[in-house]
């Protein structure tokens, strides 16, 4: 597993860190019972605060991507069997789906380049 923070980065380092998880086992470099860094490790490989990786192992934890008993070091999470359900989708999604519609449009694009931007970007991923 490789993380890199990116100082110019306005996001936080935690938020950083879940993201690249995230990223790492939807293409498949982490899998499901792989075991992650410890807490202490990470946080000295990245040379940042033991409790910034504490707090993006909980967030993770929270989301189902990983999971972790006292004691043991996290693992990566089975994903779903079944998709969310359409309340969840709209309580989690919908909110980060508004927030990029915002973007797009200050930053000047139509709804059109919007949804090519989405589509090239989902083709790039798979």
Do not use: C, W
């Not at 470099?29 to 504490?54: C, F, Q, W």
């Not at 707090?55 to 070091?73: M, N, P, S, T």
Request: a neutral charge; aromatic letters at 4%; zero cysteines.
């Amino acid at each position: 597993m490789l993380i890199t923070i990116d100082e110019q980065d306005s996001r936080p380092i935690y938020l950083q860190i879940i993201l690249q998880i995230k990223e790492q086992i939807r293409d498949g470099r982490l899998k499901p019972g792989e075991t992650l860094p410890s807490v202490r490790e990470l946080s000295d490989a990245l040379g940042i605060n033991l409790h910034t990786v504490r707090h993006a192992y909980d967030k993770l934890r929270q989301q189902g991507v990983i999971h972790f008993r006292l004691a043991q070091r996290a693992k990566v999470a089975t994903p779903r069997e079944r998709p969310a359900s359409r309340e969840e989708i709209e309580l989690k999604l919908l909110p980060l789906v508004n927030e990029l519609i915002t973007d797009a449009f200050h930053l000047g694009l139509s709804d059109k380049e919007l949804r090519k931007l989405f589509d090239e970007a989902l083709d790039a991923k798979k």
